[in-house]
């Protein structure tokens, strides 16, 4: 069955320090893969997403992520983190239902803290 | 600008009372979903709408009903609300299934 894997559940770093959000995905075919991000009480804002092409995505904000087949993961990168940055972070993987149509399969997330 | 819209933003209902969220959207796209978020937990997906093709989960109860009656609006229904319905309910849409899916910004649902 499809899933995906977020192993931090909460990470802290420093502001103007990098940071590395995990992310692994099982999926039978290629995976089209995205990183969402919630704010407290908001919806989700999408980071980027990986369909075909290059593995190295860029997103908003400054947000980059790698696509690497050989380990199912798209890990989430950023050079320099700021303090508005603390929030909800989620990776998920588009998967085709029975009836042909996408859904997306949500990590349970990782909860960012940026120490001043 | 574009976008998803959600109404109420905050929702109080009584238990077992039926309650309606709305959900608009001006970016003309396909697809609508409604999603199920409680807290400290990634968002489970209820049903979704290709067009006028009603999409169920499996797991989604009988309780949970949507109407789609034109491509902007799409409304979730909760016929008899339990405490255990309280959360957060995200509308997202799509422009077609394969596509990323844009979300609105949420109505909190607190069932007393």
């Known amino acids: 069955a499809q899933s995906v894997t977020q192993p931090d559940i909460h990470i802290t770093v420093s502001e103007g320090a990098s940071l590395e959000l995990r992310c692994n995905y099982s999926y039978g075919a290629t995976p089209y893969l995205f990183w969402y991000v919630q704010s407290p009480g908001q919806g989700l804002q999408l980071l980027l997403k990986y369909f075909s092409g290059d593995t190295l995505v860029q997103g908003i904000k400054g947000f980059e992520a790698e696509f690497k087949r050989s380990q199912s993961s798209f890990n989430l990168r950023k050079p320099s983190v700021h303090w508005s940055d603390a929030a909800e972070y989620f990776c998920?993987?588009?998967?085709?239902?029975?009836?042909?149509?996408?859904?997306?399969?949500f990590g349970a997330g990782t909860r960012l803290a940026v120490h001043p | 600008d574009a976008m998803v819209i959600q109404n109420p933003r905050y929702q109080v209902t009584q238990f077992g009372k039926p309650v309606t969220l709305s959900c608009s959207q001006t970016l003309n796209h396909n697809v609508m979903y409604w999603y199920q978020q409680k807290s400290s937990q990634a968002p489970k997906l209820l049903f979704h709408?290709?067009?006028?093709?009603?999409?169920n989960e499996a797991d989604t109860p009988d309780n949970f009903q949507s109407r789609r009656p034109n491509t902007s609006f799409c409304f979730l229904d909760i016929r008899s609300p339990g405490l255990g319905d309280a959360a957060m309910y995200l509308c997202?849409?799509?422009?077609?299934?394969?596509?990323?899916?844009?979300f609105g910004p949420g109505t909190r649902l607190t069932v007393l």
């Open positions: 998920a993987v588009g998967t085709v239902t029975t009836g042909g149509y996408n859904k997306l399969i």
């Open positions: 997202a849409t799509s422009r077609n299934s394969y596509n990323e899916q844009f």
């Open positions: 709408y290709y067009d006028k093709d009603f999409n």
